[in-house]
């Protein structure tokens, strides 16, 4: 640690060796919000006095010198994004009892350290939270259970000669296994990239691609403009479905490619409230000519728009189209092509839209957008295809399909919760996409294609948990025709079995009949209605 500030003022706790290495904090790397949240500890617990100046100043070098690499962010990148996901990872039965009981397993695999910090911080937890023993798999005595079938705890692996390895291995040990494996604190990925940790140059204009759930693609600018505090913004967007926004922002960027950023426009974007803004969280590639993550708000962040930012050149570039997928054996569908510095000379030989898909006019061509019909065989093969404009590719850009198989429900697992004046509500907004199976001629496999969204009938159904469950009745109301979840309020309701809470957990169901179909394909998504978060923990003087 160099950085005069930081030593002054971390170091009058974290004491220095002979190499400037302060205890606990040179042991450890993690992402900007793992350092603000650290820094606000630091306030709230030990009496660390910083001006919002200064606090800015130590995350940016912090974030800098400790960060992580890229490939190390890209990997938990959806706990910063706060999106809503079915986190997945290995030795799942202790680690998921010893850490994702009570956060995501995403928390601890944001930060690296040295093993005996993983230890420490370990200690930590049994200080501050003296029942997570209870998670942790060992109380007092060895109890308190925690081995892989939720009883005692699992005993050490025998040597060969018979006699005890060592004390039996709890949840915690099983989880700090797999976790010290996983988030060590010098790798070859940090190795290569701490080096390059520079701010980018990054003004000029940037072509803007995107999707909301609920609302669908959208296409725009932004002008990004360097101070000397990091950035300014200005984006205009549309979307296809009717709808602009123009959105002025600032941001920052930590370790040479973290985007940090808030942005303010319209009170409402597409119908749904944004008094306070909105937050960006994405990642700059290596190359520094594409930006993309996540841009939300909201009370729980629940509302967003995944989001993607080209640096515009001369060059021309394909952007998208405003089609998700053509079915097999269609003539002369519209097709609306977006991009940048496109030739407006163009003829139906000049477009490319993949195997089996044949332009058949060029109405209309601007450099921004192009205008066609296409036909596509009756024998076509279903999948993804191109889309080549001039030789300039775009890979992915929609789907053929001869029939849709099976419909799938987003998220797939969700949770949304009650409340009332004084505890803000948190939505939820559901999308049906269609797919059509793949080779194996299978539904749900990883080789099913992706049709895009379909407008379905919602409802809610009973997920039966418990003896007479009631959920349905009382946890909201969906939308049936956008899916767009209300829930119920907060409070013991005095109609319901011992006066509950709207408390439930249900079905989110979607229903819809393709064209020329008679049947109906349904889809479902498990979906827990829970209490608001009574206790916001961000003290709003500590997060100036």
Known sequence: MTDPLVVSKCGTCHTADAKGNLTRISAVRTTPEGWEEAIKRMVRLNGLQ??????RKILKYLSDSHGLAPEEAAEVQYFAEHRIIDEKFPDAADTRRACASCHAIAKPLSWRRAPEDWDLLKNMHLAYFPSIQNSFGGGPGGGGGGGAQGGAPAAAAAPAGGAPAGPPRTAVDTALAYIKKSAPLTTPEWSAWAPNVSTPKLSGAWTLTGYMPGKGKFFGRTKITETPSGYTTHTELSFLKGGEVTLDGSSLIYTGYAWRGRAKGPAKIEGIDMPSGLREVMMLSKDQTAITGRWFWGVYQEFGMDVTLHRETPAPAVLGTDVYSLKAGVT????????????TSLTPADIDLGKGVTVTKVVSATPDKLTLTASVAADAVPGPRVISVGGVILPSAYAVYKKIDHLKVLPVTSMARLGSEPH???????????????PDDKPNTDDDVALGPVPATWAIEEFISAYGDDDVKYVGKIDPATGFFTPGSDGPNPERKSQRNNYGDVWSVARYTPPGETKPLIGKGYFIVTVPQYVQWDQPEVAQ
């Not at 910083?50 to 606090?55: E, F, G, V």
């Not at 002369?332 to 030739?343: M, R």
């Not at 509500?425 to 059509?436: C, D, L, S, V, W």
């Open 424 to 438: 803000a509500k948190g939505y939820m907004q559901f999308e049906a996409i269609a797919y059509t199976n793949g």
């Open 50 to 55: 910083l001006s919002p100046d200064d606090a």
């Open 332 to 343: 002369d569908a519209p097709v609306t092509v977006y991009g940048s510095h496109l030739s």
